[in-house]
């Protein structure tokens, strides 16, 4: 596949039970990203990862939030003990290089409902 | 901190004429400012970026953005417009080398709507 792939595209979670969203980057590509897209609003970041390298975590919006990309490909973003405010579009992004003027691309999104 | 305001939620236009979307951005050092389109249940897609350079950038499907650094603007522009033009559409800026911060910040979307 061309583009950045992300699973599931849907998912329904029962409050307090735990998710894990996967992402798969373009092939190559060292920089990768998460954000948080609630309902009518613009993404906000959450993680970047520099190959295997959690580099920033500034956005996770508690020790929930966890996310990991062991062999600087695949990375995992795992919910813990869902809340409804959780509910939400989970972006992946990723980048060729990590130079500040690389193009980020992002996948079509995770949509999690938490009930 | 970098910050962008789109200061319209929505922008109606007929098609077949001329639409902008507004954009300004703060940040501390140089700017790399990106749009993005989002269409109904779909992720961003990438339609241009300004680096450096000339002033006018131009991306995918007709649109074009010019780049004010004294306004401090990026809007977004297309001569004509089509209907399937209708979608979400996000500005986002970086300025990493000052901060040291790879991610993209967004605005909080304008939803363009062209009507027939």
């Known amino acids: 596949g061309a583009g950045v792939s992300q699973s599931p595209r849907y998912k329904v979670a029962k409050r307090g039970q735990d998710v894990a969203l996967r992402c798969d980057p373009i092939?190559?590509?060292?920089?990768l990203f998460w954000y948080q897209q609630a309902l009518g609003q613009g993404p906000e970041f959450l993680t970047y990862f520099q190959n295997e390298a959690q580099l920033d975590k500034s956005g996770l919006p508690s020790d929930r939030f966890f996310a990991e990309r062991p062999e600087g490909s695949v990375s995992t973003l795992k919910i813990q003990r869902t809340q409804q405010e959780d509910s939400a579009v989970y972006l992946c992004a990723s980048s060729l290089r990590q130079e500040y003027g690389n193009t980020i691309y992002f996948g079509e999104g995770s949509w999690l409902t938490v009930v | 901190a970098q910050s962008v305001a789109q200061p319209e939620d929505q922008v109606n236009v007929a098609e077949g004429n001329p639409l902008t979307v507004k954009c300004t951005y703060s940040v501390s050092g140089n700017p790399y400012l990106f749009w993005y389109v989002q269409y109904p249940n779909r992720g961003l897609q990438f339609l241009l970026k300004y680096i450096t350079g000339d002033n006018l950038v131009k991306g995918s499907y007709g649109f074009e953005a010019e780049f004010n650094k004294s306004q401090t603007s990026f809007h977004l522009k297309k001569p004509s417009a089509l209907v399937s033009d209708s979608a979400l559409y996000f500005c986002a800026v970086r300025d990493g080398e000052y901060t040291g911060r790879r991610a993209l910040t967004f605005g909080s979307g304008t939803r363009l709507q062209v009507q027939p």
């Open positions: 092939s190559g590509h060292v920089s």
